[in-house]
C-alpha cells in the first residue's frame, strides 16, 4: 500500500491505483517543465553568420565572469 500524494489526504491506497479513491487526486508524477533560462542584459555577444541568411546577427551567450 501507498500513500495519496495529495497533502491534505495521504491516506493509504493501492499500490497500482492512478488516482485516489478517497480525494480524487492523480497519483502519477509528472515532471516537472524545465525552465528557460535567460542571461541579464549586457552579458552576451552578437556574430554575423557566413553567407547569405534571413537572419545573420544570432545572439551567442558568453561565460559568465568571475
Known amino acids: ?10 491516506r493509504s491506497i493501492p499500490d497500482d ?3 485516489c479513491p478517497y480525494c480524487g487526486r492523480k497519483q502519477i508524477h ?8 535567460s542571461r541579464p542584459k549586457g552579458t552576451g555577444s552578437v ?6 541568411r ?4 544570432p545572439p551567442r551567450a558568453t ?3 568571475g
Open 54 to 57: 534571413q537572419k545573420p546577427w
Open 30 to 37: 509528472e515532471p516537472a517543465k524545465k525552465k528557460r533560462r
Open 17 to 19: 491505483a492512478a488516482f
Open 1 to 10: 500500500m501507498k500513500k495519496c500524494i495529495y497533502a491534505r489526504c495521504k
Open 47 to 52: 556574430y554575423r553568420l557566413a553567407g547569405d
Open 63 to 65: 561565460a559568465p565572469n
